[in-house]
């Protein structure tokens, strides 16, 4: 499968930004299990959020519970982080990533990757 992220781009502190990631390939997108991360300016990538194949578990770093939602639409083959009360500290490059198999978590390695899109928060 491959990944291509969008709807990056800026917002004041307290806004909202909503990012896709849409699936293509020959594998079926409902297999693997779909995640963000992000990697903020000279910071170590991060886990922020994972969603199982049939899109009924979440789980979600510390910082951003209650503020992000992670979903997914597999007959869209579309994963979709919706970011409100965005804070500064938010500013990044997010990713979204899949792994074949069950594991959402940050204990698992994803393989496939897309681009990063860039969403920067001012204060």
């Known amino acids: 499968v491959q990944l291509q992220a969008s709807g990056g781009g800026s917002a004041q502190a307290g806004g909202s930004l909503r990012l896709s990631c849409v699936a293509s390939g020959r594998s079926s997108f409902s297999n693997y299990a779909m995640a963000w991360f992000r990697q903020a300016p000279g910071k170590e990538q991060e886990f922020v959020a994972g969603i199982n194949r049939g899109g009924f578990h979440t789980y979600y770093v510390e910082s951003v519970k209650g503020r992000f939602t992670i979903s997914r639409d597999n007959d869209a083959n579309t994963v979709t982080l919706q970011m409100n009360t965005l804070k500064p500290e938010d500013t990044a490059v997010y990713y979204c990533?899949?792994?074949?198999?069950?594991?959402?978590?940050?204990?698992?390695?994803?393989?496939?990757w897309g681009l990063g899109t860039l969403v920067t928060v001012s204060s």
């Open positions: 990533a899949g792994r074949p198999g069950s594991g959402y978590d940050d204990g698992y390695e994803f393989e496939v």
